[in-house]
Each structure stands twice: as C-alpha cells, then as structure tokens.
C-alpha cells in the first residue's frame, strides 16, 4: 500500500462523524455475531456441535464383547472375527447383537452384506463368508439341542419315519396315532399299492426326525396289521430305548428345488503300478426336485432313484443360476409316487456352498 493512499485513509479516518464510526463497527460487528451464531445452529442441526458422551458408545469395548459372544457359546477366536464387522457395521452395543436368537441372526444377515459388498477379491469373499456360515451352523446346533426324546410315548401324529426291517429293505411311513398299546402306522405299499404286511414280532429299525431337526432311532416288533375306523394301520410296540443320531453338521431348509443328476460310474485302473480312478457321467439327465437342502447335502424326489452307494453328479439352482455337485446316495426310500434319494456331497466348490448357506438361512 502507497504512503499517498495510507495518508489518505488516516484523513479519512479524522475527518469522518465519530457516530458513523460507531454505526459502522456496530453493523460490522452484528454481521460477524450473526455469522457466529448461524454456524453454531447449523453444527448443532447436524450433529457437529458438542454432544454428550452416548453410554452406549462406552460400554462397546472389546472385553464387553467378547464377555457377551462367550456367554452366547463363542470361543475368543471366533468373537474377534465378529467383533471386527460389528465395528465395521457402526454397531455401539454388544447388547444390540447377543440379546436374543433374532438379533443375532440379524447381525449375522448384515455382516454378510457386508461381505459381499466390500470384501477385496472374490476369493477373500468366500473365505470371510466361510467363516461366517461355520459360525452360523455351529450356532443352530447349540439352539437346536432341546430336550431329548427317550421313549415313543413322546412322539406326536404325522412324524414321518423311516423303517428298515432286518433284511435291511427300507420304507417310508408316517404316524398316525400314538396310543398306549402301540404306535399306529401308514403301512408301507408294494408296486400293486397293497399293505407290505410284516410278520407278527418281526423286527424293526425306525429313524425319524423331529422339528429341530434331531434325528433318533429305536428298534421295535411288529404287531401285525389292524382295522382302525375303516383304515389299514401298522402297529409298532412302544420303545423306552430311543437314542439320538450324530447330530447333523449342517441346517437343512425344505424346499422344491428343480434339478437334474447324471449316473456315475467311478472304474479303479492301474497306471505304471498305481491305481487310478476313472469318472465316467452318463449323458443321459434325469429328472428330480430338492425337497430339502443343506451345505452338506440333500434330499431328492424323483421317479428313476440309483441304488445307495452310488455316485451321481446333481445340477441345480438357488437363485444364482445353475451350479454342480458330486455327491454320494446315502439311502433310496420308496414312496407312492417315485423314490426320495438322501445325498451326501463328494465334492463341492466353496461358492456353491457358501449360496447353499446363504439360501438356507434366507441371506440371500
């Protein structure tokens, strides 16, 4: 600034009315108290102002995590995998996660999401998703284990069950009634659809499940066919000797899932002094629906069942489009309309099983 132009402003400045000054120090002055006073609204509207301390924010503290994730049966390991996305997803209280069935379910649906939506490489997707469902499943083996069923008396009308007699033939049946001489049964058909009968004390293994999905098993005897009101009945004699089987690894979830399978034939040849196993798929596809699905396996409906034992290779689709698996026939039951074939799988990608997960606890 020129000494012309400052000499004229310290004129200025003498020569001016006192009270304009004033005036105008006071516009000036209002102006800069107006700015103020808009901005600490503004941050307060959104949030930006002094807040107090949320005590929800303080008790999310690793301790307090892990102390929750323990009592709803996690190791240390596993609570810092979900600790990791609980932070990831804003979450402020491990109350918010572990204080009912639902909410952790919920929290487990969204970390997923997350997975999905932000994971580096398709690769550390399904490894993060892996360790998500293993979770997952372990999670519903520990709320599935509910009171334990030691006596038929306890079992309620329309369990299905399955009977294998001791020469190891299978059917399927169902209860009807359950009274205290016997347990009264739809009696298994023939291919003429006429009553199997079975010998009066014959044997019998019987498996069923119940609706947490425990399976269990007891033996019993047969006692002969009766007339109930009109109706051809099995009788079974009570059982006080019911025993739970392994418990599944995997939850299953009903479903009517088209598919296709093709035949197997698995021939060991030897190659230079070692034995090398051939795969050979049949051409021809056959037609099925998945009534029940898990990453473990399934169950298949179908009117051309293969024989337990046997390898098929199985293509259908959960919503992502058509994918594949090898699996095993674990056990062929025959029913009024075609056969239900009970699979195990051989061999599986990690995708597959991850959008099998997902498709049974309805993540996706």
């Given at each position: 600034m020129s000494d012309t132009i400052l000499l004229a402003q310290i004129a200025y400045w003498k020569e001016s009315d006192p009270r304009q000054t004033m005036i105008f120090f006071g516009v000036v002055g209002g102006l800069i108290v107006?700015?103020?006073l808009y901005s600490a609204l503004k941050n307060t509207a959104e949030g930006g102002g002094p807040k107090k301390e949320n005590r929800s924010t303080r008790t999310f503290t690793r301790g307090s995590f892990r102390r929750r994730a323990y009592e709803a049966g996690f190791s240390d390991t596993e609570s810092d995998f979900l600790e990791q996305y609980a932070r990831k997803l804003g979450t402020t209280n491990p109350?918010?996660?572990?204080?009912?069935?639902?909410?952790?379910?919920?929290?487990?649906?969204?970390?997923?999401?997350?997975?999905?939506?932000?994971?580096?490489t398709e690769e550390s997707a399904e490894e993060n998703k892996g360790k998500l469902f293993s979770l997952r499943e372990a999670l519903s083996m520990r709320l599935s284990s509910g009171t334990q069923i030691r006596s038929t008396r306890k079992l309620q009308a329309r369990t299905p069950l399955s009977m294998v007699t001791s020469r190891d033939a299978t059917y399927a049946s169902i209860l009807i009634t359950n009274e205290s001489k016997a347990l009264y049964v739809e009696p298994a058909l023939d291919a003429f659809g006429q009553p199997i009968k079975f010998p009066w004390l014959s044997k019998i293994t019987v498996y069923f499940y119940t609706g947490n999905h425990i399976g269990y098993s007891f033996k019993t005897r047969s006692g002969g066919m009766i007339n109930m009101d009109g109706r051809t009945l099995l009788a079974l004699y009570h059982?006080?000797?019911?025993?739970?089987?392994?418990?599944?690894?995997?939850q299953r979830r009903e479903s009517r899932l088209s598919c296709h399978f093709y035949l197997l034939h698995v021939r060991a040849v030897k190659d230079r002094g070692k034995i090398v196993k051939n795969i050979q798929v049949e051409k021809a596809a056959v037609a099925g629906i998945l009534i029940d699905l898990s990453a473990g396996g399934a169950s298949m409906q179908t009117m051309s069942p293969v024989k337990s034992g046997e390898f098929i290779k199985i293509e259908f689709d959960v919503g992502n489009g058509n994918r594949m698996a090898y699996a095993s026939v674990v056990r062929t039951n025959r029913l009024r309309n075609g056969a239900s074939m009970h699979l195990k799988f051989v061999k599986i990608s990690r995708k597959t099983v991850n959008e099998i997960l997902a498709y049974v606890y309805g993540y996706d």
């Open positions: 107006l700015g103020i109350a918010a996660i572990f204080s009912s069935r639902n909410q952790l379910d919920s929290f487990m649906r969204s970390a997923f999401k997350y997975i999905e939506r932000h994971a580096d059982s006080d000797k019911v025993a739970p089987l392994p418990s599944r690894r995997n």
